[in-house]
């Protein structure tokens, strides 16, 4: 027997192994006989985050007598999340780490587009990293110089409020090369199931750095179902070349619609 004293739980491990030989069909598990003191100290590692900490103090569970259930059932199914609840829990967690029990881990959040956030949502992460128990944050844009949203007349760079920005660390990044973006055709290319032989990957290259990595991306689809009706097992130059007639990445919408203007409705 494997007994949790103080989360009262019991399991059975098994059947002791000199039993074994006397039945010939058994579905038991056969364990040794424990030997020595029969207690003994087990440490248990469990990996949970803060927000299954939340859900589970603002659903607690009560006891099994008839009031505590008729309780429960009135109870609404959804509970919210307090601030209140929140300090608590992270005074608990904070009392762990300090006597040993426990362990922080930091997490990653990843907020992509972060220019669509408002002041208020700025103002709140702002507060939010101070806190010592704060996640490893990523924000990621492609905005330059714009209005920070909630705002009338406020520009700043990224569209994130300076004094957010001075708190951050800016990751610099450099424009793909023909040679990565052939690289990462290919990679993309073997994903899909999709065969490209080297000419075909050289001129997509050619094709995204004269466009966009992500316009070059969405040809193999069609050039690979051209190929097919073409009956051969691999895309080719030829295919590359007639499906990037057919459509027109943003760029070359864009300049279109700028030079025949006069020709669309307004």
């Not at 967690?93 to 972060?114: C, H, R, S």
């Not at 990445?249 to 669309?264: G, H, V």
């Amino acid at each position: 027997m494997s007994i949790e004293f103080l989360l009262k739980y019991f399991q059975r491990q098994g059947r002791s192994d000199s039993y074994a030989t006397e039945f010939d069909l058994e579905a038991e598990e056969y364990v040794p006989l424990p030997k020595g003191d029969v207690h003994k100290k087990k440490e248990v590692i469990q990996d949970v985050t803060l927000h299954d900490l939340d859900i589970a103090n603002a659903r607690p569970q009560g006891g099994q007598d008839i009031m505590s259930m008729m309780g429960q059932l009135m109870k609404p199914k959804k509970t919210e999340i307090t601030d209140k609840l929140r300090k608590e829990i992270n005074k608990v967690v904070n009392k762990y780490i300090d006597q040993g029990i426990a362990e922080l881990v930091p997490g990653v959040l990843f907020i992509d587009e972060v220019h669509m956030l408002d002041i208020e949502c700025f103002t709140y992460l702002h507060r939010a990293l101070e806190s010592t128990i704060a996640p490893i944050v990523i924000f990621a844009t492609n905005r330059g110089k714009c209005t920070i949203r909630g705002t009338e007349d406020i520009v700043a760079p990224h569209g994130i409020p300076l004094d957010l920005l001075d708190r951050v660390m800016i990751i610099r990044t450099l424009p793909y090369s023909e040679e990565e973006m052939v690289q990462i055709l290919k990679i993309r290319a073997t994903t899909e199931n999709i065969t490209l032989d080297e000419d075909s990957a050289l001129s997509l290259g050619k094709i995204g750095v004269q466009t966009t990595l992500r316009y070059s991306v969405q040809l193999l689809t069609p050039s690979n179902l051209l190929a097919r009706i073409n009956g051969k097992d691999a895309i080719s130059k030829e295919e590359i070349e007639e499906i990037n007639k057919l459509f027109y990445d943003a760029k070359a919408s864009a300049k279109i619609l700028a030079e025949q203007e006069d020709k669309y409705m307004k």
